[in-house]
């Protein structure tokens, strides 16, 4: 089928980029995937392990439909996917045009090294003399000039910094593939103005520039340098403050009137500093401060000179951006109190802790003092550096350092022992996502990971033992002091650097801290028509949060592409037919890349090929030199064009032979990729010459290419409809998402009419109206004929699987039932407020919950000027080991919510708040913060003493511990508002007929956690809302659209491709023991009782090679896999 | 809950008694078909019998020292899918136990059938039984001499190997037993219905019974594993191992004799397994020579990787080995250090999981180097 296919940019290759390119991608549409780091993975490539698996799993994001469409390795290491092009090191330089019709400018800085042609060999870091504190480990730990940026990547091509770079040439003679180039000539063509009226300046900087080999010119004057400026072109001019006559910003104002494009940095001495600082808004690039420094100086010049020296510029025209950009952290040695942050060697911060602790860091992993390399014995956290702090100007939470702490030290407990002690410094312990709070209790019980809850005031390190000593004040007010070996600073979220010129570009709007804002009920849509939000671009999320936001992202951008028209590209050629070899004797072709005998000396070509040639598989063995090179690429090209033989194997440096290289090669000979296979025969002998393990090595790509069958595209046909079950905001924005797209939607809920909670709801903490935005959902539900509405129905059953289920419905009124065919579902059943009778809930009309008081308020039943007192207590019968064992994460933002409001309609009313920890995370910390600028009163109680209650006539007492006081505390309520927590409201039986489970607290349970958060294990079944776990309206519906965003990879194409890789069965030797059944863990396999057979859904199958494994006499195999397929491969080199 | 009943034996005749008991079972509504061993027309030989006509009980030899082959093979057979009749099937310990783990992997079922297992006497190899039983009243001779207390060699042949280190003489759970009186054990609420229909008069288990098995378990047990040790000191290297294996000829007959070698065909009968000419000669290229036929020691090291968990150490391979291969030593050693990782015994329970089809997130750290991955 021909569609129009659409165009889309994700800016951020971190993991928010990466889901939304995928999506988008998996869809169908052209994607390009920028980031200014010159790798993927974003702040994850620094990150080992990931809470709260204790794992990495990235992978898991990868397709898994059409998976043939994408690479199936390491995403920490790459991505390959057919419809992304991905561009790293790459600068965003200006967005212009209309929406849907972008034009988006691209810069690239100069690279000395041409990613095309290195190796990765590192013959050049051995030779390169300079060594600089590494950046990829946040400067611990040493690095060449020369270098690999993220040491991972595959392919991974090396850098030179220029920075530091003394340009003694050594690695332009060591590289052995000639991919370096000094930019000597290019220095020289860079003209430098330097104005100063002091002689002995300009000579000395004169002559560090032309060390550097810049072309200098200088004048004594603002009025010579102007006429100097209008003889020739310069690239940057450096111009002194104070001089006689013109001064500096004077001659600044001039240079710019005539040359606007000028970069222009001015120098100065301390007394005009401020001046300096001026001429920044008048037009200077920067400013220099003197004296100077050639160490200091050069770098600073190369850096102007990095920034301008731009080689690439490219304009690409998209009809729709996603900015999934990130945030930064915050720097603690830039603050008031840095806790001697940057003196203290033992003071880290959770990022270079992250460093210190992984394989792949400075230590190899190995924790010690970094004061003294002893061994750490005891380690602190300090929760919320730069985070809920007035001082540092961060009215906010960043949402994942409790996580991320807790983390660091289970890790710490885990590599080092239990003996090691951990206590981790906090003020509320925010651990609100859907399994956090077990995850901490497990931290506290199991792991023994002791929690303060306390602000440290003084940080000394101790000069006689080492360490560091500590002293705080608990609760009480009682001072304590002890010594640790290394403390980590838990630092906050900031806005990306480039921040500000991003949202200029885009057109976005920025919050009040810097990080982009969305419109309301979204998370993604920015408020710029065609600019969407991805990620932790508004602020710093978790893996799980940031991969359903990216969803959201991707969801609004294709439906905003959809909306256009689909795009503005051509329509693609028409799919590729292959040769058909399935009746030919296997015969490959066999090429040798020699490397200009780097591999292989012209001598040994007879030996190898005489050997190669004894297998009767192989037709031909040919040499080729450099088919990284044009002319190298065009031998090989002419020779896989014209090729008789049936399979291909090319034996090249890993670069050569990446999946696109292969790809590249099946469409030149016209076979199916899966017949072309590729060797790396260059990296394990980055030194040494051995021809016999490049012999074993090619000897091992033509066993697996020997037997390969020709591939034959498997499809399964897709119903392109969806079933959503429930029709609360989450079921019905999911709906609302994939109607848009052009599919039906069958949408069943079990009430009368939809809305679910935003019937009762009146309005978010920030003031916006539910009402409203209900009305406006359901009228657009009401209108769009894709949508058909089931009201008061049930789902009684359902079979199949993705592409095709079977479900049938029950009216509960008329008691007919229907059948539905449809490709996917989504479960959005909801979830509702717990009941309870604590507190005399129920008795007492007094107390009510936190939801019937919103009803209260609003039907007029509650007049709040008639209150004088009202208590509020969290966690009513919550995240207690017998009940609700999790945080239902909107309570305490509903309690805040209301209590505002409360304190709106009657200032003078009294209200305090019986809390365990204020779950206010992210930008909800500032309505913390105005709660107790209004008077409102926060008790912090401990579970085991939580507050008490006995009526007393209207009103009720309620006695709690005051923690600060020591003392407890009586208050006399007019009401007392209970925050009960959410249960879900996902009966398992429903969950159970799509195949799909529910986790011990009734919620339902994700394939994983992190990486596919709202997927069931099962494809085609995903779930959003409430029923999927606690979250806000705005979160709920970001859940809906990434559901929709997953459901339309599988109905968006009338049939889905399975992948070469996958299981197969031989019914002859089958003994239907369903050993492989049982193994499946994608539940791709069932028995078919009528054929009496185990078949295999094509689809469903990742080709993990379980079945293959526990099957005894290979009755279940593995395409690309076969037995003998690795047995040949395993006897070449033996 | 265990009920125990009793059966009158006449003139010390064990074998007329039991048959006559098995009539009766045949006779009630309970039982529809009886497998159970019985002596073929032909002189000395005993084999599996399907008997549906209860006058076909009168050669039925279940006591005989005859084991010719590991009838839960016929077990399964008989049960993989329902066959719409009620059946008893009538095995030793260690054909109950291979029997158990077939039916974990589902080639066979309990539904409508009832296992009746005898204590075992032992059994001689196939060899040996067919010239012990050529003189007359062989089976007699056999269950009275041992029965009678006689631990060596009856008429000069001594039981089967494995039956010397079995520590499984008694069907746990499942069961009927002997004296002057037999026992009746119905270990199962099945066992329990059928013997009620019986008109049985209740016994109880005499005290100097336990004594005797726990006596014989031990005796054979310290046999067990001084075998084990001696099996592992001979194949504690490739090198030993191969050599002990050298003698296969490849005939695969002790697969086919395993009960729970339950796979339709063999990977080795298959084309996996069936080299290209171009492929030997590359290997004696590569290495100079080759032994053939090829793949000998990687058959026994693939049946001790598919086997180990599940075997009960009934000893037909090395029953069936023409070259007289100690199989069964190897084979039992190496499934016991297999069974005792993962806390499992073959045929034990019928509940029990095979572990291999069960997955731990948190499982032997040190082996899968990964510790909670998710």
């Given amino acids: 089928m021909k569609k129009k296919i659409g165009t889309a940019m994700v800016v951020g290759a971190g993991i928010s980029g990466i889901r939304s390119a995928l999506d988008l991608a998996e869809f169908g549409y052209r994607v390009t995937l920028v980031d200014k780091a010159p790798g993927i993975g974003g702040i994850l490539s620094q990150l080992d392990y990931q809470f709260p698996t204790d794992g990495c799993g990235m992978c898991k994001m990868l397709p898994l439909v059409n998976r043939d469409e994408s690479s199936q390795t390491c995403l920490r290491r790459g991505l390959f996917h057919e419809n992304i092009n991905i561009l790293s090191g790459v600068q965003l330089k200006g967005i212009q045009g209309e929406p849907g019709n972008f034009k988006v400018t691209l810069e690239k800085p100069a690279s000395a090294i041409d990613p095309a042609l290195c190796l990765g060999c590192g013959e050049c870091a051995a030779v390169c003399p300079v060594e600089v504190p590494d950046s990829f480990n946040l400067g611990m730990g040493l690095r060449k000039a020369v270098y690999l940026p993220v040491p991972h990547m595959i392919p991974n091509a090396y850098t030179i910094d220029f920075k530091h770079c003394n340009r003694c040439n050594a690695c332009v003679t060591a590289c052995p593939a000639g991919a370096i180039r000094l930019p000597e000539e290019k220095r020289k063509q860079f003209h430098i103005l330097i104005v100063d009226d002091e002689l002995i300046v300009r000579d000395s900087l004169k002559e560090w520039l032309l060390d550097e080999g810049f072309s200098v010119d200088m004048a004594d004057s603002g009025r010579a340098a102007l006429d100097l400026l209008s003889q020739k072109p310069f690239h940057l001019m450096l111009t002194d403050i104070k001089m006689p006559g013109m001064d500096g910003v004077e001659l600044l104002t001039r240079a710019k009137e005539l040359f606007p494009t000028l970069p222009i940095v001015m120098m100065t001495a301390y007394a005009t500093v401020e001046t300096a600082v001026e001429a920044l808004k008048t037009g200077a690039g920067d400013y220099l401060l003197k004296p100077f420094d050639p160490r200091t100086f050069i770098p600073k010049i190369l850096e102007i000179y990095q920034a301008m020296d731009m080689v690439e510029e490219q304009e690409l025209e998209v009809n729709a951006l996603v900015l999934a950009t990130g945030a930064d952290y915050f720097d603690p040695s830039k603050s008031k109190n840095t806790f001697g942050y940057g003196i203290y060697p033992d003071m880290v911060t959770s990022r270079e802790f992250e460093r210190l602790i992984s394989g792949s860091g400075p230590t190899h992993g190995e924790l010690l003092r970094r004061s003294d390399a002893k061994p750490v014995q005891r380690i602190a956290w300090f929760q919320c550096v730069g985070s809920r702090d007035f001082q540092t100007n961060s009215d906010f939470c960043s949402s994942v350092c409790c996580m991320h702490a807790v983390k660091e030290a289970r890790l710490v407990k885990e590599k080092l022992g239990p003996q090691v002690e951990t206590v981790i410094f906090y003020m509320d312990m925010r651990a609100f996502g859907k399994s956090y709070h077990a995850y901490q209790t497990e931290a506290d019980q199991r792991y023994g990971i002791r929690f303060e809850r306390s602000r440290v005031h003084t940080v000394i390190e101790n000069k006689e033992t080492g360490g560091l000593d500590v002293f705080y004040a608990d609760h009480e007010g009682i001072r304590h002091g002890e010594q640790f070996d290394m403390i980590v600073l838990s630092i906050g979220q900031r806005p990306g650097s480039d921040m500000e010129s991003l949202a200029r570009m885009a057109g976005l709007t920025l919050n009040e801290w810097g990080f982009a804002a969305s419109l309301p009920f979204s998370t993604s849509l920015s408020g710029k028509e065609g600019v969407f939000l991805g990620g932790s671009i508004s602020g710093l999320k978790d893996i799980s949060d940031s991969v359903i936001q990216a969803g959201s992202a991707s969801l609004c951008a294709s439906r905003f592409i959809h909306s256009k028209g689909g795009g503005l590209s051509p329509e693609p050629d028409a799919p590729t037919r292959f040769r058909d070899v399935t009746r030919e004797l296997p015969k490959a072709l066999v090429m040798v890349c020699t490397c200009g005998q780097a591999v292989l000396e012209k001598s040994e070509e007879a030996g190898l090929k005489k050997d190669l040639m004894k297998d009767p598989v192989v037709g031909e063995v040919i040499f080729l030199d450099r088919i990284c090179t044009e002319k190298g690429w065009a031998g090989l090209t002419a020779l896989v064009s014209g090729a008789s033989e049936n399979r291909l194997l090319i034996g090249a440096c890993l670069p050569c032979t990446q999946p696109l290289k292969i790809r590249a090669l099946a469409q030149l000979s016209n076979l199916h990729p899966g017949l072309v296979g590729g060797v790396d025969i260059r990296s394990f002998q980055e030194r040494t010459f051995d021809v016999s393990a490049l012999k074993d090595t090619l000897k091992m790509g033509i066993a697996l290419l020997r037997r390969v069958d020709p591939p034959s595209d498997h499809f399964v046909p897709s119903i392109r409809k969806l079933l959503v079950v429930g029709g609360g905001i989450a079921g019905m924005t999911a709906a609302l998402a994939v109607a848009d797209h052009g599919f039906e939607v069958d949408l069943v809920e079990q009430q009368p009419c939809l809305g679910g909670n935003l019937i009762w709801l009146q309005r978010t903490i920030e003031g916006h109206d539910v009402r409203v935005f209900c009305q406006d959902t359901l009228a657009r539900i009401e209108k769009h004929p894709l949508v058909h509405v089931h009201p008061r129905s049930e789902v009684t059953g359902s079979f199949?699987?993705?592409?095709?289920?079977?479900?049938?419905?029950?009216d509960t009124e008329t008691d007919l039932s229907q059948t539905l065919e449809h490709g996917a579902v989504i479960l959005a059943t909801g979830g509702k407020e717990a009941e309870t009778s604590a507190y005399g809930h129920g008795e007492n009309p007094n107390t009510v919950t936190q939801k019937e008081l919103e009803q209260r308020l609003s039907d007029g039943t509650l007049t709040p000027d008639r209150l004088e007192s009202v208590v509020m207590i969290q966690c009513v019968e919550s995240r207690e080991a017998s009940q609700k064992n999790y945080c239902s994460r909107i309570c305490c933002i509903s309690a805040l919510k209301n209590a505002l409001h409360l304190k709106e309609l009657n200032p003078d009313l009294a209200i305090y708040i019986f809390y365990r920890d204020i779950m206010a995370y992210g930008f909800f910390e500032h309505y913390y913060t105005l709660a107790r600028k209004k008077d409102i009163i926060f008790i912090q109680y401990d579970p085991d003493h939580p507050p008490r209650i006995t009526p007393s006539g209207e009103s009720i007492c309620v006695v709690g511990m005051e923690p600060v006081l020591g003392l407890p505390l009586e208050i006399t309520a007019d009401l007392v508002v209970l925050s009960t927590g959410v249960v879900p409201m996902l009966p398992k039986s429903l969950a159970g007929c799509f195949g799909a489970e529910t986790d011990a607290s009734g919620f339902f349970r994700e394939a994983e956690y992190k990486w596919r958060p709202v997927d069931s294990l099962k494809e085609g079944v995903f779930a959003c809302g409430l029923c999927h776990s606690p979250r806000s309206i705005t979160e709920a519906v970001a859940s809906a659209e990434a559901c929709a965003q997953r459901a339309l990879r599988i109905i968006g194409n009338a049939r889905i491709k399975a992948a070469s890789v996958t299981a197969q069965v031989h019914h002859s030797l089958c003994s239907l023991c369903e050993r492989c059944i049982e193994a499946c863990p994608y539940g791709a396999r069932s028995l078919d009782t009528d054929l009496m057979q185990i078949v295999v859904d094509a689809v469903m199958c990742q080709g993990c090679g379980s079945c293959a494994a526990v099957c005894p006499n290979s009755a279940s195999v593995l395409a690309g896999f076969k037995d003998q397929q690795v047995f040949d491969a395993i006897d070449a080199i033996l | 809950m265990t009920l125990f009943s009793k059966i009158e034996v006449k003139d010390k005749d064990l074998s007329s008694c039991l048959q006559g008991f098995f009539v009766s079972l045949l006779a009630s509504d309970k039982i529809d078909a009886l497998l159970i061993p019985r002596q073929l027309p032909h002189k000395a030989v005993v084999m599996p019998a399907l008997i549906y006509n209860p006058d076909d009980l009168a050669q039925a030899d279940p006591l005989s020292p005859a084991f010719p082959l590991n009838a839960a093979r016929m077990a399964s057979r008989l049960t993989k899918k329902s066959s719409g009749e009620k059946l008893g099937l009538v095995l030793r310990p260690c054909e109950i136990r291979a029997f158990i783990e077939l039916i974990k992997l589902r080639q066979g079922s309990l539904e409508d059938v009832v296992i009746i297992g005898l204590d075992c006497l032992g059994a001689y190899t196939n060899r040996d039984y067919a010239k012990f039983a050529e003189t007359e009243g062989s089976t007699r001779r056999f269950y009275e001499q041992v029965l009678g207390g006689c631990s060596g060699p009856v008429d000069r042949y001594e039981l089967a190997g494995a039956c010397t280190v079995c520590e499984h003489p008694v069907p746990e759970n499942y069961g009927v037993d002997h004296a002057t009186e037999?026992?009746?054990?119905?270990?199962?609420?099945?066992?329990?219905?059928?013997?009620?229909?019986?008109?049985?008069?209740?016994?109880?288990?005499?005290?100097?019974?336990?004594?005797a098995i726990d006596g014989l378990v031990s005796d054979r047990t310290a046999k067990r594993d001084k075998m084990m040790e001696e099996t592992s000191a001979l194949t504690s290297s490739f090198e030993k191992l191969s050599q002990y294996l050298?003698?296969?000829?490849?005939?695969?007959?002790?697969?086919?004799?395993?009960?729970?070698?339950?796979?339709?065909?063999?990977?080795?009968?298959?084309?996996?397994?069936?080299?290209?000419?171009?492929q030997y000669l590359q290997w004696a290229r590569k290495k100079g020579k080759i032994k053939m036929p090829v793949d000998t020691d990687f058959f026994h090291l693939t049946r001790m990787a598919h086997i180990g968990l599940t075997c009960v150490g009934c000893g037909q391979c090395s029953n069936a080995c023409p070259n007289d291969i100690p199989l069964m030593e190897l084979f039992r050693t190496s499934a016991h250090g297999a069974q005792k990782a993962f806390d499992y015994e073959a045929g034990r329970r019928v509940d029990e999981p095979i572990p291999l089809s069960v997955f731990e997130k948190d499982e032997y750290p040190e082996v899968v180097g990964i510790k909670g991955a998710s």
């Fill in chain 2, 246 to 278: 050298s003698r296969c000829v490849n005939c695969y007959n002790c697969r086919v004799a395993c009960p729970v070698c339950y796979c339709k065909e063999c990977v080795f009968v298959t084309d996996v397994f069936d080299h290209d000419p171009y």
């Fill in chain 2, 182 to 211: 037999v026992l009746v054990e119905a270990a199962t609420s099945k066992g329990e219905a059928l013997v009620q229909g019986l008109n049985l008069s209740k016994a109880s288990e005499p005290a100097s019974r336990k004594k």
């Fill in chain 1, 800 to 810: 199949g699987s993705a592409g095709c289920f079977l479900t049938t419905l029950r």
